[in-house]
């Protein structure tokens, strides 16, 4: 029989909540959630996305969405723009975010960096490219 340790799911679960604990704990600061922290991530690469495409990128249904744009609107991080098709929304970063921007990527690297730093270089690449692999 197996260990309930040594089931995927129970690993993966706990890799989890490390990695969600750490980035939580240094996103605090900013008043950012980690799931806001993607969004903001997100719209740097690429500003004035729709809620259907930022949803689409970060693989989030439209309710969740909903609610985490919401609250963001609501401290101040974006701007929500309803566009010609009233059912488009059309996310924009505000000044506050724009002003934070270097800072919080250089923040995001760095907690990357904790997270992975039990791990050799190779290490590093072959996790994530399998962790890719599995959401395949």
């Known amino acids: 029989m197996v260990s309930y340790q040594d089931v995927i799911l129970y690993i993966l679960s706990k890799a989890n909540q ?60 974006i701007i929500k723009n309803v566009k010609e098709d009233r059912r488009v929304l059309n996310i924009q970063l505000t000044d506050r975010s724009r002003q934070c921007r270097d800072k919080f990527l250089k923040e995001t690297v760095d907690v990357n960096q904790e997270v992975l730093s039990a791990f050799s270089t190779e290490e590093r690449l072959l996790l994530i490219r399998m962790l890719k692999d599995l959401r395949k």
């Open 18 to 77: 490390k990695v969600y604990g750490t980035f939580k704990s240094r996103l605090q600061p900013y008043g950012l959630t980690p799931m806001q922290a993607l969004v903001l991530h997100a719209l740097y690469e690429e500003e004035g996305l729709s809620a259907g495409e930022l949803g689409k990128r970060l693989g989030l249904d439209s309710a969740t969405l909903s609610g985490v744009l919401d609250r963001m609107a609501e401290s101040g991080w």
